[in-house]
């Protein structure tokens, strides 16, 4: 499914059952040699390597990689970034925290 897709760096696979033939057989060869799979937290039949979860790769569940998030809300009358934002920003990708970015929209 991903093999040989170099730039891949994010997997998200939830699912429960991965016992069908060769449903997952190969399906990582080659992608990025680091990155983020998440997974099922009562998933516990994956394998590491190119038939399951990349090797290098760093496995958390669903709710580790939603807590692992920054949210930055601003809305957007917002005329100056917020004090500090940016040193957020750069210490949470440091730590290989995803940056979600909300922006309120006003009706003017």
């Not at 957007?76 to 750069?90: K, L, R």
Request: glycine residues 6%; charged residues 15%.
């Amino acid at each position: 499914m991903f093999s040989g897709c170099t730039k891949l760096t994010h997997i998200e696979c939830l699912a429960t059952n991965i016992s069908a033939t060769a449903c997952v057989n190969n399906w990582v060869s080659g992608v990025a040699a680091s990155g983020i799979f998440i997974k099922d937290a009562n998933m516990s039949s994956w394998t590491t390597g190119t038939s399951g979860i990349p090797s290098g790769w760093t496995v958390l569940t669903k709710q580790e990689y939603e807590e692992r998030k920054l949210y930055i809300d601003i809305d957007d009358t917002d005329t100056t970034v917020p004090s500090g934002i940016y040193a957020s920003i750069t210490t949470a990708i440091a730590n290989d925290i995803s940056v979600v970015l909300r922006v309120t929209r006003t009706n003017n």
